[in-house]
C-alpha cells in the first residue's frame, strides 16, 4: 500500500505536497519522494524513510515548480530496502514522464519480458512501479506517433494500459511540459479523488484526507477506468478508459488501512468502523453472554470506533487499556517470531488498573498473523485480567492479498486452513469472535447503495480481476520467501502509525 498526490497550480507546490504526504503517512513508512516541474525540466528528491526525516529545507527549496507529485511509500513489490525503488519514476521518452503509483500488479513479470522482448524498454529495478511507467510511456508514444501531444493521445495511452495491465492501479503521472494525468484500474480496487482549492489548484490523492487537511475541496473520486487529465493551466477533460467496468474497492481500506476522517468512494471509513461494530456485537452475544464480560477495550488504533459502538450496544464499560508508543523506532534487525514479539511489548503497553480481575473483552481491527494477538492476549493475563476474550471486526484472513496489501503467504495467516477454535486456542483467549463476512460487506456497502461489491479477497479468496490462479498464489508466495521479507521487517500492523492517531 502507498499514498500518491498530485498537484497542479499557479504557485510553489513543493510544501503543498510535503504537507499532503504527511496527513497520508499511515499509508506507507518506508520511502518517501516529490518530483516537481518547473519549465521543461522536473526536479525530484526521493529517499527511505517518513517524509520528516526525507525532507530538509535544502531539499525542499531544490523543488521548484507550480506542479508535481508526491508518494509514501510502503512496498508490496520489489525490495523494500532499494533507494532506487522508492517513488516517483521518471523516464525521458516521450516527451518525459514521472509517475507514482499505488496497487500491485498481478501480471508484472510478463509486462517485464514483453517490454524487453517488443517494446525494446528497459527495466531496471523490481519495482512493478517501474514497469507500470514505462507500459504508460510505450503507449503514450505510440498514440502520438512523433506529433503534438493532445488529451486524446492521453487517454488512448491509458486506454492501451488498460489493455495490457492486470491488478490494481491508482495512478498519477506527470507529462513535462503539457499536464497531468489521473486514473484507476477497471475495478477501482486502490482509492483516488480529485480536489480544488479556491485559487484554481486542482489536487488528486488517494484520501479525502490529503484534499481538506490541505484546504482543498473535495470534488469527485476517479471512476474506474477513468482518466482526467489537467493541462498546466488548469483545464480539466475526463473520459473513460475502459471496456467494461465495475466498482469493487478494497474493503480493507475500511476495516484498517485509510484514516477514520476519510471518504472513499462515498463511504464515511469512520461510519464503516462504527457499523461494524454494531455487527460485530450481534455476534459477540451468539458468543459470549454480555454479562460475563465486565469491559469492552480496544486495541489501538484503528479498531476504536468499532469498540464504542460495540460497547454501546451491548450496555457495557468502554475502557482504554492499551496506550501506544508512537515514537518507537524501526527495529530494523527482527531475524524471527520471537523478536517481532518483543517488539510488541515495546510498541504497546498496559494500564493494569483496567484488567485486574476482570473478564475483558479487546477489539481489534483484524487478525492476520496471529502472533501480535497472542502476545496482547497474555498481556492482559500478565495485568490481571480474568477471562480475556478477543473479537476482530474483520472476518478471518484466509488468504494473500495480492492487489498491494502486504498480505503475508498461506503457510503465515493464522486462519489459513484452520477451524475458529484452533485458531483460539493459537492465539489463547477464551473466547474468538469473528466479523462475519457477508456481514461486513453490509456493513460498508449499506453506506453507498451504488457500490455493487468489493475486493474481499483476503477473507473470501475471491479475486475481482479474475486472473489469478492457485498456481500464481504460490509464485507470490515463493518470491516472497525468496526476497527474505518474512522474517526481515516487522511487518505488524502495530507497527504503522495509524490513520486514528492523527
Known amino acids: 500500500m502507498c499514498g500518491i498526490v498530485g498537484v497542479i497550480s499557479t504557485t510553489p507546490v ?6 499532503a504526504l504527511l496527513l497520508l503517512q499511515h499509508r506507507g513508512q518506508d520511502a518517501a519522494g516529490i518530483v516537481t516541474q518547473l519549465g521543461h525540466k522536473f526536479f525530484m528528491h526521493k529517499a527511505r524513510g517518513m517524509v ?3 525532507f530538509r529545507t535544502r531539499n525542499m527549496r531544490s523543488l521548484p515548480g507550480s506542479s508535481g507529485l508526491g508518494q509514501v511509500r510502503y512496498p508490496t513489490a520489489g525490495n523494500a530496502y532499494s533507494e532506487e525503488e522508492a517513488q516517483p519514476f521518471y523516464v525521458n521518452a516521450p516527451f518525459g514522464v514521472v509517475l507514482v503509483h499505488n496497487g500491485n500488479l498481478t501480471n508484472a513479470a510478463a509486462l517485464k519480458s514483453e517490454l524487453f522482448s517488443t517494446d525494446h524498454r528497459h527495466i531496471n529495478t523490481e519495482s512493478d512501479s517501474e514497469v507500470l511507467l514505462n507500459i504508460f510511456a510505450h503507449e503514450l508514444a505510440q498514440a502520438t506517433d512523433g506529433l503534438p501531444l493532445t488529451a486524446e493521445d ?12 492486470r491488478g490494481s492501479y491508482a495512478v498519477i503521472a506527470l507529462i513535462a511540459g503539457h499536464g497531468m494525468v489521473a486514473f484507476r484500474d477497471p475495478y477501482g480496487i486502490r482509492p483516488l479523488c480529485m480536489g480544488r482549492g479556491e485559487d484554481g489548484t486542482v489536487m488528486f490523492a488517494s ?14 473520486d ?14 480539466v477533460q475526463a473520459q473513460p478508459c475502459a471496456e467494461h467496468t465495475v466498482l469493487s474497492p478494497c474493503i480493507f481500506e475500511f476495516v484498517y488501512l485509510a484514516r477514520p476522517d476519510s471518504v472513499l468512494d462515498g463511504i464515511s471509513v469512520y461510519q464503516a468502523r462504527l457499523n461494524l461494530g454494531e455487527t460485530l456485537a450481534k455476534r459477540v452475544i451468539s458468543t459470549v453472554p454480555p454479562s460475563e464480560i ?18 454501546q450496544l451491548l450496555g457495557l464499560p468502554y475502557r482504554e487499556g492499551f496506550v501506544k508508543n508512537r515514537y518507537v523506532g524501526r527495529t530494523f534487525i527482527m531475524p524471527g517470531q520471537a523478536v517481532r514479539k518483543k517488539s510488541v511489548r515495546q510498541k504497546l503497553n ?14 481489534d481491527d483484524s487478525i492476520v498473523r496471529g502472533t501480535t494477538s497472542k502476545e496482547i492476549v497474555q498481556m492482559a493475563r500478565d495485568a490481571g485480567a480474568r477471562k480475556v476474550f478477543l473479537a476482530s471486526a474483520a472476518p478471518p484472513v484466509r488468504y494473500p492479498n495480492v492487489y498491494g496489501i502486504d498480505m503475508p503467504t498461506l503457510d503465515e495467516l493464522v486462519a489459513h486452513g484452520r477451524t475458529v477454535e484452533e485458531v483460539r486456542a493459537i492465539i489463547g483467549c477464551d473466547a474468538l469472535i469473528y466479523q462475519d463476512v457477508d456481514a461486513m460487506k453490509r456493513a460498508v456497502g449499506s453506506i453507498n447503495p451504488n ?4 475486493d474481499a479477497s483476503c477473507f473470501d479468496g475471491i479475486y475481482c480481476t479474475g486472473d489469478i490462479t492457485v498456481e500464481d498464489l504460490e509464485r507470490m508466495a515463493q518470491e516472497r520467501r525468496s526476497a527474505g521479507t518474512e522474517d526481515a521487517e516487522d511487518t505488524s500492523r502495530l507497527n504503522l502509525p495509524n490513520a486514528s492517531a492523527h
Open 451 to 454: 457500490i455493487q461489491g468489493f
Open 14 to 19: 513543493n510544501q503543498l505536497i510535503y504537507d
Open 294 to 311: 465486565d469491559v469492552v477495550i480496544p486495541i489501538p488504533e484503528s479498531s476504536r470506533p468499532s469498540a464504542m459502538q460495540l460497547a
Open 222 to 235: 476517479v471512476a474506474p477506468g477513468e482518466a482526467i487529465f489537467v493541462s498546466l493551466d488548469g483545464q
Open 154 to 165: 492521453v487517454f488512448k495511452a491509458v486506454r492501451g494500459v488498460h489493455r495490457r495491465v
Open 52 to 54: 520528516r526525516d526525507v
Open 350 to 363: 498496559v494500564i493494569a488498573s483496567e484488567f485486574r480481575n476482570r473478564n475483558v473483552l479487546l477489539v
Open 207 to 220: 484520501e479525502s484526507v490529503a484534499l481538506e487537511g490541505t484546504g482543498h475541496r473535495f470534488e469527485r
